[in-house]
Protein backbone atom coordinates (compact mmCIF):
# COMPACT_ATOMS: atom_id res chain seq x y z
CA UNK A 1 0.00 0.00 0.00
CA UNK A 2 1.42 2.98 -1.00
CA UNK A 3 1.25 6.26 1.23
CA UNK A 4 -0.14 9.83 0.00
CA UNK A 5 -0.88 13.07 2.47
CA UNK A 6 -3.52 15.38 2.30
CA UNK A 7 -2.67 18.98 1.64
CA UNK A 8 -4.45 21.79 3.47
CA UNK A 9 -5.18 24.47 1.68
CA UNK A 10 -3.06 27.48 2.87
CA UNK A 11 -4.54 30.79 4.14
CA UNK A 12 -2.81 34.08 3.90
CA UNK A 13 -1.00 35.92 1.35
CA UNK A 14 0.92 33.40 -0.31
CA UNK A 15 -1.33 30.25 -0.18
CA UNK A 16 0.45 28.87 -3.24
CA UNK A 17 3.06 29.50 -1.90
CA UNK A 18 1.92 27.73 1.34
CA UNK A 19 0.55 24.52 -1.17
CA UNK A 20 4.21 24.69 -2.43
CA UNK A 21 6.01 24.12 0.94
CA UNK A 22 3.72 21.71 1.93
CA UNK A 23 4.10 19.73 -1.41
CA UNK A 24 8.27 19.67 -0.96
CA UNK A 25 7.65 18.59 2.24
CA UNK A 26 5.66 15.50 1.32
CA UNK A 27 8.27 14.15 -0.84
CA UNK A 28 10.90 15.01 1.31
CA UNK A 29 9.12 13.24 3.91
CA UNK A 30 8.77 9.96 1.54
CA UNK A 31 5.09 9.94 0.30
CA UNK A 32 3.97 8.62 -2.98
CA UNK A 33 1.47 11.33 -3.69
CA UNK A 34 -0.37 14.48 -2.68
CA UNK A 35 -3.85 15.45 -3.06
CA UNK A 36 -6.07 18.47 -2.76
CA UNK A 37 -9.43 18.87 -2.85
CA UNK A 38 -11.37 21.21 -4.69
CA UNK A 39 -14.58 23.13 -2.56
CA UNK A 40 -14.76 26.75 -2.60
CA UNK A 41 -11.09 27.90 -2.46
CA UNK A 42 -8.57 27.34 -4.87
CA UNK A 43 -9.09 25.77 -8.25
CA UNK A 44 -7.49 22.32 -7.31
CA UNK A 45 -6.05 21.66 -10.84
CA UNK A 46 -4.43 25.35 -11.08
CA UNK A 47 -3.28 25.39 -7.56
CA UNK A 48 -0.77 22.04 -7.94
CA UNK A 49 -0.12 23.00 -11.24
CA UNK A 50 1.30 26.26 -9.81
CA UNK A 51 2.58 24.87 -6.71
CA UNK A 52 4.15 21.79 -7.99
CA UNK A 53 5.58 22.22 -11.14
CA UNK A 54 9.18 23.25 -9.83
CA UNK A 55 8.86 20.24 -6.78
CA UNK A 56 10.86 17.09 -6.39
CA UNK A 57 9.19 14.01 -8.16
CA UNK A 58 5.78 13.61 -6.81
CA UNK A 59 2.52 12.71 -7.84
CA UNK A 60 -0.20 14.94 -7.39
CA UNK A 61 -3.51 14.64 -7.96
CA UNK A 62 -7.46 16.03 -7.42
CA UNK A 63 -9.61 14.31 -4.58
CA UNK A 64 -12.08 15.09 -6.32
CA UNK A 65 -12.98 17.87 -8.91
CA UNK A 66 -16.85 18.43 -9.57
CA UNK A 67 -17.66 17.36 -13.00
CA UNK A 68 -20.40 20.51 -12.94
CA UNK A 69 -20.09 22.83 -14.68
CA UNK A 70 -17.02 21.66 -16.81
CA UNK A 71 -17.83 19.70 -20.30
CA UNK A 72 -15.72 17.17 -20.25
CA UNK A 73 -13.69 17.79 -23.10
CA UNK A 74 -13.26 21.36 -21.62
CA UNK A 75 -11.90 19.00 -18.26
CA UNK A 76 -9.56 16.53 -20.23
CA UNK A 77 -8.12 19.69 -21.63
CA UNK A 78 -7.33 20.84 -18.35
CA UNK A 79 -6.09 17.90 -17.15
CA UNK A 80 -3.82 17.20 -19.32
CA UNK A 81 -2.51 20.07 -19.69
CA UNK A 82 -2.19 19.94 -16.11
CA UNK A 83 -0.06 16.52 -16.82
CA UNK A 84 2.34 18.23 -19.35
CA UNK A 85 3.11 20.69 -17.10
CA UNK A 86 3.77 18.36 -14.16
CA UNK A 87 5.75 15.63 -16.13
CA UNK A 88 3.55 13.33 -16.18
CA UNK A 89 2.84 13.39 -12.75
CA UNK A 90 -1.21 14.65 -12.39
CA UNK A 91 -3.68 12.22 -11.13
CA UNK A 92 -7.21 13.36 -11.92
CA UNK A 93 -9.90 12.44 -8.95
CA UNK A 94 -12.93 13.87 -10.37
CA UNK A 95 -17.08 13.41 -8.97
CA UNK A 96 -20.44 14.22 -9.20
CA UNK A 97 -20.30 16.72 -5.77
CA UNK A 98 -23.82 16.97 -4.40
CA UNK A 99 -27.23 18.03 -4.99
CA UNK A 100 -27.26 20.62 -2.69
CA UNK A 101 -23.80 21.86 -4.30
CA UNK A 102 -24.95 21.50 -8.10
CA UNK A 103 -28.54 22.89 -7.86
CA UNK A 104 -29.02 25.29 -5.07
CA UNK A 105 -25.37 26.89 -5.86
CA UNK A 106 -24.94 26.45 -9.76
CA UNK A 107 -28.30 26.09 -10.78
CA UNK A 108 -27.93 22.53 -12.91
CA UNK A 109 -29.86 19.98 -12.48
CA UNK A 110 -28.45 16.85 -10.52
CA UNK A 111 -31.18 14.97 -12.47
CA UNK A 112 -30.11 10.95 -13.13
CA UNK A 113 -26.63 11.43 -11.18
CA UNK A 114 -25.25 8.06 -12.82
CA UNK A 115 -26.57 8.36 -16.27
CA UNK A 116 -24.78 11.87 -16.28
CA UNK A 117 -21.50 10.30 -15.04
CA UNK A 118 -21.47 7.49 -17.41
CA UNK A 119 -21.99 10.19 -20.26
CA UNK A 120 -18.90 12.30 -18.60
CA UNK A 121 -16.62 9.11 -18.70
CA UNK A 122 -17.44 8.35 -22.37
CA UNK A 123 -15.96 11.95 -23.54
CA UNK A 124 -13.33 12.62 -20.98
CA UNK A 125 -11.81 9.78 -20.99
CA UNK A 126 -10.97 8.65 -24.62
CA UNK A 127 -10.30 12.33 -25.19
CA UNK A 128 -7.52 12.48 -22.39
CA UNK A 129 -6.12 9.87 -24.14
CA UNK A 130 -5.93 11.99 -27.78
CA UNK A 131 -8.51 10.04 -29.47
CA UNK A 132 -11.35 11.46 -31.87
CA UNK A 133 -14.52 11.50 -29.60
CA UNK A 134 -17.76 11.42 -31.57
CA UNK A 135 -20.23 10.76 -29.06
CA UNK A 136 -24.27 11.80 -28.21
CA UNK A 137 -25.54 11.16 -25.28
CA UNK A 138 -28.80 11.85 -23.46
CA UNK A 139 -27.49 15.51 -22.17
CA UNK A 140 -24.32 15.18 -23.65
CA UNK A 141 -22.49 15.97 -27.17
CA UNK A 142 -19.12 15.80 -28.55
CA UNK A 143 -17.43 16.29 -31.61
CA UNK A 144 -13.87 16.73 -30.93
CA UNK A 145 -9.84 15.69 -30.52
CA UNK A 146 -7.79 17.35 -28.77
CA UNK A 147 -3.88 17.73 -29.67
CA UNK A 148 -2.69 19.00 -25.86
CA UNK A 149 0.08 17.02 -24.48
CA UNK A 150 -0.33 15.32 -21.49
CA UNK A 151 -2.11 12.60 -22.29
CA UNK A 152 -2.16 9.27 -20.30
CA UNK A 153 -3.15 10.61 -16.90
CA UNK A 154 -4.87 8.00 -14.31
CA UNK A 155 -8.81 8.84 -13.84
CA UNK A 156 -10.32 8.24 -10.31
CA UNK A 157 -13.95 8.36 -10.08
CA UNK A 158 -15.54 9.46 -6.60
CA UNK A 159 -17.12 6.10 -6.96
CA UNK A 160 -19.47 4.82 -3.90
CA UNK A 161 -22.05 3.71 -5.04
CA UNK A 162 -22.26 0.14 -6.83
CA UNK A 163 -23.30 1.89 -10.44
CA UNK A 164 -20.71 4.45 -9.78
CA UNK A 165 -17.95 1.58 -8.69
CA UNK A 166 -18.62 -0.30 -11.89
CA UNK A 167 -18.04 2.65 -14.04
CA UNK A 168 -15.01 3.28 -11.91
CA UNK A 169 -13.82 -0.37 -12.59
CA UNK A 170 -14.36 -0.49 -16.34
CA UNK A 171 -13.51 2.71 -17.54
CA UNK A 172 -11.85 4.67 -15.36
CA UNK A 173 -8.28 3.90 -13.19
CA UNK A 174 -10.12 3.81 -9.93
CA UNK A 175 -11.54 5.24 -7.63
CA UNK A 176 -10.57 7.46 -4.90
CA UNK A 177 -13.14 7.36 -1.48
CA UNK A 178 -13.64 9.94 1.72
CA UNK A 179 -15.17 8.76 4.61
CA UNK A 180 -15.64 5.13 3.92
CA UNK A 181 -14.67 2.39 6.56
CA UNK A 182 -12.10 -0.30 6.34
CA UNK A 183 -15.47 -2.53 6.82
CA UNK A 184 -17.12 -0.94 3.91
CA UNK A 185 -13.94 -0.94 1.82
CA UNK A 186 -13.30 -4.66 2.16
CA UNK A 187 -16.89 -5.73 1.70
CA UNK A 188 -18.47 -3.70 -0.67
CA UNK A 189 -15.87 -1.19 -2.57
CA UNK A 190 -13.18 -3.50 -3.36
CA UNK A 191 -15.03 -6.88 -4.59
CA UNK A 192 -17.22 -4.02 -6.64
CA UNK A 193 -14.88 -2.17 -8.46
CA UNK A 194 -12.15 -5.04 -9.28
CA UNK A 195 -15.22 -7.93 -10.12
CA UNK A 196 -16.07 -5.01 -13.13
CA UNK A 197 -12.78 -4.33 -14.16
CA UNK A 198 -11.69 -8.12 -14.01
CA UNK A 199 -14.70 -8.55 -16.14
CA UNK A 200 -13.76 -5.87 -18.55
CA UNK A 201 -10.93 -7.64 -19.34
CA UNK A 202 -8.87 -4.85 -17.00
CA UNK A 203 -6.06 -5.01 -14.51
CA UNK A 204 -7.29 -4.43 -10.36
CA UNK A 205 -7.73 -0.82 -10.14
CA UNK A 206 -6.62 1.66 -7.63
CA UNK A 207 -8.37 2.19 -4.55
CA UNK A 208 -7.38 5.50 -3.20
CA UNK A 209 -8.86 5.52 0.89
CA UNK A 210 -8.51 8.86 2.17
CA UNK A 211 -9.45 8.92 5.81
CA UNK A 212 -8.72 11.63 9.23
CA UNK A 213 -6.00 10.24 10.84
CA UNK A 214 -4.84 11.83 14.28
CA UNK A 215 -2.00 9.46 16.61
CA UNK A 216 -2.96 10.46 20.37
CA UNK A 217 -3.13 9.29 24.02
CA UNK A 218 -6.41 10.77 24.08
CA UNK A 219 -9.09 9.00 21.44
CA UNK A 220 -12.00 10.18 22.38
CA UNK A 221 -10.71 13.55 22.39
CA UNK A 222 -9.93 13.36 18.92
CA UNK A 223 -13.20 11.17 17.82
CA UNK A 224 -14.89 14.36 18.92
CA UNK A 225 -12.38 17.16 17.32
CA UNK A 226 -13.07 15.40 14.14
CA UNK A 227 -16.64 14.95 14.54
CA UNK A 228 -16.66 18.22 15.18
CA UNK A 229 -14.31 19.44 11.79
CA UNK A 230 -15.98 17.13 9.79
CA UNK A 231 -19.23 17.08 10.45
CA UNK A 232 -20.73 17.89 7.56
CA UNK A 233 -19.90 14.56 5.91
CA UNK A 234 -22.20 13.18 8.12
CA UNK A 235 -25.40 14.86 6.58
CA UNK A 236 -24.28 14.48 2.78
CA UNK A 237 -26.14 11.63 1.39
CA UNK A 238 -23.44 9.82 -0.39
CA UNK A 239 -21.45 9.70 2.93
CA UNK A 240 -24.42 9.17 5.19
CA UNK A 241 -24.65 5.97 3.34
CA UNK A 242 -20.99 5.23 4.02
CA UNK A 243 -21.24 5.89 7.23
CA UNK A 244 -24.46 4.02 7.44
CA UNK A 245 -22.83 1.14 5.99
CA UNK A 246 -19.97 1.18 8.26
CA UNK A 247 -22.08 0.92 11.24
CA UNK A 248 -20.87 4.61 12.10
CA UNK A 249 -22.53 7.12 13.89
CA UNK A 250 -20.81 10.37 13.23
CA UNK A 251 -17.57 11.28 11.02
CA UNK A 252 -15.14 10.45 13.91
CA UNK A 253 -16.00 6.98 14.50
CA UNK A 254 -14.58 6.10 10.63
CA UNK A 255 -11.51 8.32 11.69
CA UNK A 256 -8.04 6.51 12.34
CA UNK A 257 -7.62 7.48 16.09
CA UNK A 258 -5.31 6.17 19.02
CA UNK A 259 -1.90 5.42 20.14
CA UNK A 260 0.56 4.43 17.52
CA UNK A 261 -0.18 0.72 17.63
CA UNK A 262 -3.89 1.43 17.25
CA UNK A 263 -3.45 3.25 14.16
CA UNK A 264 -0.55 1.32 12.40
CA UNK A 265 -3.36 -1.86 13.22
CA UNK A 266 -5.92 -0.01 11.39
CA UNK A 267 -3.87 0.89 8.02
CA UNK A 268 -2.94 -2.46 7.80
CA UNK A 269 -6.59 -3.47 7.94
CA UNK A 270 -6.90 -1.12 5.03
CA UNK A 271 -4.21 -2.70 3.13
CA UNK A 272 -5.73 -6.39 3.84
CA UNK A 273 -8.72 -4.60 2.71
CA UNK A 274 -7.78 -3.76 -0.90
CA UNK A 275 -6.61 -0.15 -0.05
CA UNK A 276 -3.87 0.87 -2.92
CA UNK A 277 -3.21 3.63 -1.65
CA UNK A 278 -3.42 5.23 1.70
CA UNK A 279 -3.92 9.36 2.21
CA UNK A 280 -3.89 10.61 5.56
CA UNK A 281 -5.95 13.80 6.55
CA UNK A 282 -4.51 15.02 9.48
CA UNK A 283 -6.18 16.96 11.27
CA UNK A 284 -4.88 17.04 15.40
CA UNK A 285 -2.06 15.91 16.92
CA UNK A 286 0.13 17.00 13.77
CA UNK A 287 3.79 16.08 14.52
CA UNK A 288 3.02 13.02 15.62
CA UNK A 289 0.67 11.61 13.32
CA UNK A 290 2.95 12.92 10.73
CA UNK A 291 6.05 10.91 12.04
CA UNK A 292 3.91 8.08 12.04
CA UNK A 293 2.64 8.61 8.49
CA UNK A 294 6.23 9.23 7.15
CA UNK A 295 7.95 6.02 8.91
CA UNK A 296 4.70 3.80 7.08
CA UNK A 297 5.51 5.88 3.66
CA UNK A 298 9.25 4.81 4.21
CA UNK A 299 8.13 1.44 5.15
Known sequence: MRYGYFLNEPTGADPIGGLRDQIAQAAEDGFSSAWLSHIFGLDAITALVAAGVQAPPLELGTAVVPTYPRHPAALAQQAMTANAALGGRFALGLGLSHQVVIENMFGYSFERPGRHMKEYLDVLVPASRG???????????????????????????????????????????????????????AEHIVPTIRAAAAEAGREPPRVVCALPV???????????????????????????????????????????VGDEETVLAKLAELERAGVTDFVGSVFAGRERTRSLLIGAAKG
Open 131 to 185: EHVRYEGETLKADIRLSTPGAGFPVLVAALGPRMLRMAGTVADGTVLWMTGPRTV
Open 214 to 256: CVTDDPEGAVARANEVFQIYGQLPSYRAMLDREGAANPGDVAL
